[in-house]
C-alpha cells in the first residue's frame, strides 16, 4: 500500500522567509503533485513532475525519484501564500491514475 | 469560467436519505477523478471515469455509492442511505489523455456534505 507522509504537518513562518515543505511516499510513482488548497476547499495543482525540477514564479518543486522523496520550496514567502499544500502520487505500473494524497501542510506566513 | 465545476456546492441531509453530486469537467478532458476528503485529512481516491467507461474504483466506494458518467461529459456520484461518516467534501477533477499520456488533473470546489 502506497503512503504518502508530508512534513512539517504545520509550519508557521514570517513573511519573507524561505519555506520548505517535504514529501516522501513508499513505491514507486509515474507523477507527483503538488497541490494548494485554501480555505473553503478549492484545490489549484502547482506543479506535475516524474523527475528533477520545476519553477513557476517564486515556488520551486524537486524531486528524486531514487530516494523517493520530493520538496516544494517558497522563495520570499507573502501572507497570500497561506494555504494547505499537498503532496499526491499516481503509482507507476500499468494504468491506475487515481492519486494518493498527504494528509497536508498547513502553511501560516505572517506579516 | 471554462474550469471545472461542481453542484450543489453545499448539501445537508437527514440520515437515511439519498443525496446526487454532479461535476462538469473541462469540456475537451476525457477523464474524470472523484474523491473525498475529510476534515483535517488530504483527499481520498474514489472513482475514475475514461470517456464514459468507469475504469478504477476504490474500496472506499462502498455499495451506497454509484457514479455515472452516461455520455463521457458530466458525471454524477450518487450517496444512497446516507450515513453521518459520509460528511465530506466532494471533489471532482478531469484531465485529458492527450497524446496517451497522463496529465496534470484539474479540480473543481467540491461539493461539501453534511448528514445530520
Known amino acids: 500500500k502506497n503512503e504518502v507522509e508530508q512534513s512539517p504537518q504545520n509550519l508557521t513562518a514570517q513573511e519573507g522567509e524561505f519555506i520548505t515543505i517535504n514529501c516522501s511516499y513508499s513505491v514507486g510513482i509515474s507523477a507527483l503533485h503538488w497541490l494548494q488548497q485554501h480555505p473553503g476547499g478549492g484545490i489549484v495543482s502547482l506543479f506535475m513532475?516524474?523527475?528533477g525540477k520545476k519553477k513557476h514564479g517564486r515556488l520551486i518543486a524537486t524531486i528524486n525519484i531514487q530516494e523517493k522523496h520530493s520538496s516544494l520550496h517558497i522563495t520570499a514567502s507573502h501572507p497570500r501564500d497561506s494555504a494547505v499544500y499537498i503532496c499526491?502520487?499516481?503509482?507507476?505500473?500499468?494504468?491506475?491514475?487515481?492519486?494518493?494524497f498527504g494528509k497536508g501542510t498547513h502553511l501560516i506566513i505572517q506579516p | 469560467d471554462t474550469g471545472v465545476s461542481q453542484n450543489p456546492r453545499h448539501k445537508i441531509t437527514k440520515r437515511g436519505q439519498n443525496v446526487t453530486f454532479r461535476c462538469d469537467p473541462i469540456s475537451e478532458h476525457n477523464r474524470l477523478y472523484w474523491y473525498r476528503q475529510t476534515l483535517g485529512q488530504g483527499p481520498e481516491f474514489l472513482t475514475y471515469?475514461?470517456?464514459?467507461?468507469?475504469?478504477?474504483k476504490s474500496r472506499l466506494l462502498s455499495d451506497r455509492f454509484s457514479a455515472e458518467r452516461p455520455k463521457g461529459s458530466f458525471s454524477t456520484l450518487e450517496i444512497q442511505r446516507t450515513e453521518q461518516g459520509d460528511s465530506a467534501m466532494y471533489l471532482c477533477?478531469?484531465?485529458?489523455?492527450?497524446?496517451?499520456?497522463?496529465?496534470?488533473?484539474?479540480f473543481g470546489p467540491g461539493t461539501r456534505l453534511t448528514v445530520l
Open positions: 513532475l516524474s523527475s
Open positions: 477533477a478531469s484531465s485529458s489523455s492527450q497524446g496517451g499520456h497522463y496529465n496534470e488533473q484539474f
Open positions: 499526491a502520487v499516481r503509482e507507476s505500473g500499468g494504468g491506475a491514475d487515481g492519486l494518493t
Open positions: 471515469f475514461q470517456n464514459e467507461a468507469q475504469l478504477e
